[in-house]
């Protein structure tokens, strides 16, 4: 029986993937989250306590990490600050967490000789035109556009220094945009169901143009799963489903899913330095480790996103007002 320490569980992905975790497999689980704003101590409830332990705790702390780390088989490193426009009005805690907090994780997989894997996202190769024929593999240079992403993409590299110099056991995968239960009302999809369950419109950045590659967060746990079993030492897997949609698009989707008139949106102020459009080619992970997603039916996972959040407004409810108030304070809603 594997004992596996993730990171980050009390967020959104993390959460998502230890109770995959959980129900497919029989490994015991730790559980290290600093329950910043993104993260939700209640996002575990109902999951089996005898194989699951929560610690409060930062990954930059070094002791806590050394303690944890030495009591694990496996790392699987989901914490961080995640969403792009905070890291436009305050982008230290990006360098800290995400920066800082890997090298962290990385020197006590070191110490131990732990296997590790290491979250990323697609948005450390920056973007591509909308009719560009290539997509993102892993051969694509990065490029990254903002503090977020490149606190991801300078971890990412923190990693492949760590395999390479000091023979760390890690592997990395970089996945597009993820959708589903738990996720906070700061990011795109949440932020619309919730708007309309309010009463109130979907926002749109700009002229709503912008393309995201979109996969349900059941496949992305999947996925992680099996790169963390069967992945190559060293190696980099690109995690996708094939889901290109404009933002347009989506949010026309949630209104008709909702039953509201398809254009019952706002244009809102554009993102600074908004990526135009992301695309995973994710035939290696397809066809090294034998990955396929089960979730690709963007319409039905969208209506069953939207029963979730109907069914559970106490989880989202207390974070609505302040997000909406930080999106007010620039112009974005
Ligand atoms: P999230 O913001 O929902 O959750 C992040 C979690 O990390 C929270 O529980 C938070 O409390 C915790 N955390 C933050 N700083 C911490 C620290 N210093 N120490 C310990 N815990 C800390 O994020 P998410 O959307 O679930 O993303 C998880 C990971 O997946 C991130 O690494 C992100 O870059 C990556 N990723 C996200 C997406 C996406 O679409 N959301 C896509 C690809 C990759
Ligand atoms: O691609 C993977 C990345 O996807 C992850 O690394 C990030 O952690 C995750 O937050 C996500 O980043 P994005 O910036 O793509 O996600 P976000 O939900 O913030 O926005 C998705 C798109 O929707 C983007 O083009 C901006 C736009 N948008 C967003 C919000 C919140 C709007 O048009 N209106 C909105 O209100």
Redesign the pocket.
Known sequence: MSRFLV??????????FVRHLLTTTDARVTV?????????RR?LDGLPDDRLTFVH?????AEVVDRLVAASDVVV???????NDNSLSEPW?FV???IV?TYTLLEAVRRYDTRYHH?????VFGDLELDDPERFSEDTPYNPSSP?SST?AGSDLLVRAWVRSFGVRATI???????GP???VE?FIPRQITNVLDGGRPKLYGQGRNVRDW?H?ED?SSAVLRIAERGEIGATYL?GADGEQNNRDVVELVLELMGRPRDAYDLVTDRAGHDLRYAIDSTRLRTELGWQPRFADFRAGLADTIDWYRANEGWWRGQKAATEAKYAAVGQA
Request: glycine residues 10%.
């Open positions: 990171t980050g569980a009390a967020g959104f992905i993390g959460s998502n290290l989250d600093k329950l910043t704003y993104a993260g939700d996002t705790g930062d990954i930059c702390d490193h989901f914490a961080a600050e995640s969403h805690p800290e967490t995400n907090g979250i990323s996202t697609d948005e977020y991801k995968s970089n996945c597009s945009n993820n959708y738990f996720q906070h990011k996969i967060v992305h995690i």
